[in-house]
């Protein structure tokens, strides 16, 4: 009989390194002293989850799946045993299914026979002690507050939660929200490479329906969260056939489902769940992932709270700024528009994603008389409900000075008075109110001549686009901002108007100074690119589309200046037409025989024009009416008094006994009027021209009164009529529609 510990031939024979090693529980790898890998055992495959691989001298140590941030460690860890130490410690493994462990290990020098060293021996187990998986746990809680920290949109919370949960702690997560009565599924996750067939688990966007006595609906109806440690031990309702037999096919194998709870209210529910699709060392739930998925659904419960109410304050905010905007623009002969309005985009990180929602930028187009177009562009400086309502105030009372057909500069005068009293500070004990800067530029343009008038209050130029050359308007008089002028400075010395004309098929381009002033992006090449080199990027960029569309060109503007918008955005682009638009003008002696003369000049342009005889015969009959009441007051108008100026001594009064030489005849051709005619694609309208400065009004007449009801038919039958004062006196107009209402 052998003693004890002798081996046969044959047990021996299998006592190799090699074998040994096959057969350990612990993992067992080998390295050069380059960190080339170059044995590792079966263990060591199955631990770091790279069993398909097979070892090589091309491989390097960190391809075992060290995780970056211990890098430095594995590196200290190479010269400290070259040097001929003993290095022990704990990695972050990230295998390759997506899972990530805490690796403990152990580093011996390899050496010659020689005694040099030669290389690496590493051993290593996963770290079970349970303050590593504390760690591990704790580590995960804090990088999804860190995520949810940074998001303030529903949809950016809830992807970023189920990103940092699958596959390090599930295989599978679910996230609903209710909508009224509704659950409907926002998320669905799984790992890597996997995803449910169709007809099996419903998709993002489904109405979820659990049934009663189903894990999560005891988890929505008792607001706790509920642990399923083991399905073969367990028996639950399924919400359908499918989704059982898909469970049966891929071994899920335990499930947490945690209510969504803010401010007493639930807002849905979160469900983890493991399965045979990965290989973990664990793949049951316990009472500790329980309370550690508690807490991170209290967390994004919060988040989720968070997010919504900023999505309701933010569509509140944007539904106010669209209501302040022009949310229709009419259509205009012989002027192509198009408008733009960006938001600038939220600051989370700085907690003032709400505030930036809404600013100050408005534009504006204002139908005028006569066919002509008021254009506005303006910047209430500053963000937020405040910016905006003052902005609101201003584009509401620029629309109704407007009204009056004065020049710009009178417009900007009276606008620059109300500014004043809209932005004047408010001062309480926790707000000392500073009146916002108000920049703002007013045009008048007349496609039928082609005149563009305007005034300016320290507003950027527009760009002026002409055969694909653009450059910005030429404006010689830039007055102040809206309310910033000295007292006692009247407005006629800050705002002047100046007059040009566009060519045929120029644009101009209307922008407030968030199409510039852009949030530098991560990825920027120089983050301090100045004004000037962004006003020459969008003048190109503007250029390459000038031969487009309005609405390309707007486009070209939006996207031309790289960056995020760090204010909010205008921008109007407007395009005189090609060709000329029809009209006619002739002047009239003022007297009675000159309205029949008057109406068959009409009547002759309205046939040439193909108007439709019964709106020609309304618009003669309505010119009738407006020339008679010129006439009639040119005719009873008194004479202006005029006084003879001596060299010496007051003046003396006029005596009608006085033979004037020439006086008479004057008196006689000052009284004229001029009949004008436009024709427009939809509408036609007439302006009455005199030199009297007393403007219409209309009266009640008597039952045996003679006249008095002109003015009544037209403005009865007209769709629209005014007057406006002129340098030279006054013009009335009305427009008669072409076509059937």
Avoid at 239 to 245: G, K, L, M
Avoid at 376 to 385: C, L, M, N, P, W
Avoid at 405 to 412: E, G, Q
Avoid at 641 to 660: A, I, K, N, Q
């Amino acid at each position: 009989m052998k003693r004890w510990g002798d081996l046969s031939q044959d047990a021996t024979d299998h006592l190799t390194a090699g074998s040994v090693l096959d057969h350990a529980e612990m993992a067992v790898v080998v390295t050069d002293r380059f960190s080339n890998v170059l044995y590792w055992n079966p263990f060591a495959e199955r631990l770091f989850g790279h069993a398909d691989r097979s070892a090589g001298p091309d491989q390097a140590a960190l391809s075992l799946g060290i995780m970056e941030k211990d890098h430095p460690l594995a590196v200290e860890l190479a010269k400290h045993v070259l040097k001929g130490g003993v290095w022990e410690g704990t990695f972050d493994v990230l295998r390759a299914d997506g899972t990530i462990i805490y690796v403990r290990a152990q580093a011996v020098p390899l050496r010659h026979p020689s005694g040099s060293v030669t290389g690496i021996v590493i051993t290593a187990r996963e770290a079970m002690r349970s303050n590593e998986r504390e760690k591990d746990r704790f580590g995960l809680l804090e990088r999804i507050g860190e995520r949810l920290a940074g998001s303030l949109h529903v949809g950016e919370t809830l992807n970023r939660v189920a990103e940092m949960l699958v596959p390090q702690f599930a295989d599978h997560c679910f996230i609903e929200l209710n909508e009224g009565d509704r659950l409907i599924r926002k998320v669905s996750t799984h790992v890597k490479g996997w995803t449910p067939p169709p007809g099996t688990w419903r998709p993002v966007g489904s109405d979820i329906h659990y049934p009663a006595g189903h894990y999560a609906e005891i988890a929505l109806r008792r607001q706790e969260t509920i642990l399923v440690e083991d399905f073969a031990q367990s028996s639950y309702p399924a919400p359908s056939e499918a989704s059982s037999r898909l469970c049966g096919e891929i071994g899920m194998t335990s499930a947490i489902v945690a209510p969504l709870c803010a401010r007493g209210e639930t807002l849905g529910l979160m469900y983890l769940g493991l399965s045979n699709l990965t290989d973990r060392r664990s793949p049951h739930y316990d009472a500790f992932d329980r309370d550690f998925v508690g807490a991170i659904a209290t967390r994004v419960a919060i988040a989720v709270d968070n997010a919504l109410l900023f999505e309701e304050e933010r569509h509140t905010a944007e539904s106010f700024q669209k209501y302040l905007l022009p949310r229709a623009l009419p259509q205009f002969d012989g002027l192509e528009i198009a408008v733009r309005y960006e938001p600038a985009a939220p600051l989370a990180s700085h907690g003032q994603g709400i505030q930036t929602q809404v600013g100050g930028d408005w534009y504006d187009v204002i139908p005028l008389s006569a066919g002509r177009v008021g254009i506005v562009i303006g910047d209430v400086e500053g963000r937020g409900a405040k910016a905006a309502a003052v902005m609101g105030q201003l584009r509401a009372a620029l629309r109704a000075f407007a009204q009056d057909d004065k020049s710009p500069a009178d417009i900007l005068a009276r606008l620059d008075e109300w500014t004043r009293i809209v932005a004047a500070p408010e001062e309480d004990e926790f707000d000392v109110g500073v009146p916002p800067i108000v920049t703002c530029q007013y045009l008048v343009y007349d496609a039928w001549s082609r005149q563009l008038s305007f005034a300016n209050a320290g507003h950027a130029p527009p760009l002026l686009i002409v055969d694909g050359i653009v450059t910005e308007l030429d404006i010689s008089e830039v007055g102040q901002p809206l309310g910033v002028s000295a007292k006692g400075m009247h407005a006629d010395l800050v705002y002047k108007e100046e007059t040009r004309v566009l060519p045929p098929g120029a644009a101009l381009l209307l922008y407030t100074d968030g199409l510039l002033d852009r949030r530098p992006t991560r990825d920027s090449a120089d983050p301090q690119v100045g004004y000037d080199e962004m006003l020459r990027v969008l003048r190109e960029e503007v250029a390459k589309a000038s031969a487009d569309t309005v609405e390309r060109i707007a486009d070209a503007a939006t996207e031309a200046v790289p960056g995020e918008i760090d204010d909010d955005m205008a921008i109007l682009v407007v395009r005189s037409a090609g060709k000329e638009l029809p009209y006619e003008e002739r002047t009239f002696p003022a007297q009675p025989i000159m309205v029949g003369e008057a109406r068959r000049m009409a009547s002759e342009a309205f046939t040439g024009w193909g108007v439709p005889d019964e709106k020609a015969e309304l618009a003669c009959l309505l010119v009738s009416e407006v020339v008679t009441n010129v006439v009639l007051h040119a005719a009873s108008s008194s004479v202006p008094r005029r006084e003879l100026v001596m060299m010496d001594g007051p003046p003396l009064p006029f005596d009608e006994s006085w033979d004037v030489p020439g006086l008479d005849s004057d008196i006689v051709n000052e009284k004229e009027f001029t009949l004008r005619l436009r024709r427009g694609d939809e509408s036609i309208w007439v302006e009455v021209f005199d030199q009297d400065l007393r403007l219409p009004r209309i009266r009640s007449a008597g039952e045996n009164d003679e006249g008095g009801r002109g003015l009544y038919l037209v403005d009865q039958l007209a769709r629209r009529w005014g007057s406006r004062p002129t340098k030279e006196g006054k013009a009335v107009w009305f427009e008669i529609p072409t076509r059937a209402r």
